[in-house]
């Protein structure tokens, strides 16, 4: 079956699990996009116990604060764990909320030109 864009919409989160991981089961990168972040997270747990496949949660935007000091960097983490995942993998499954997967981004040949990496020997 050749896979395309599918649209799942007015289906209930239990009637939905079997379907979405049906299709996953096949080869292929599968990116499934959500309301928000906890409907995420949900659904990548469900899945994944419907799935031998690694699910990857791109986290949601974090809130608006006039101002802090302390930041987590968590949550980049696992925006970048995502976007590998979906460049480099060619089955990556990736479950992102709506407002993560819209967010304007460098194209992937200026990230990987211009990225910064360091190494750190043991010892």
Do not use: W
């Amino acid at each position: 079956m050749e896979k395309g864009i599918v649209c799942f919409s007015g289906i209930s989160e239990s009637r939905s699990i079997p379907v979405i991981s049906g299709l996953i089961e096949e080869e292929g990168q599968s990116l499934i996009i959500t309301a928000g972040t906890a409907r995420a997270e949900r659904l990548a747990s469900d899945l994944s116990f419907f799935s031998g496949r690694e699910i990857t949660v791109m986290p949601g935007e974090e809130g608006f604060f006039l101002r802090y000091d302390a930041r987590d960097h968590e949550k980049l983490s696992g925006r970048l764990k995502a976007l590998k995942a979906l460049r480099t993998d060619k089955n990556a499954v990736v479950v992102a909320p709506a407002l993560a997967a819209l967010k304007k981004m460098l194209p992937p040949e200026t990230f990987h030109r211009d990225k910064y990496g360091r190494r750190v020997q043991p010892g």
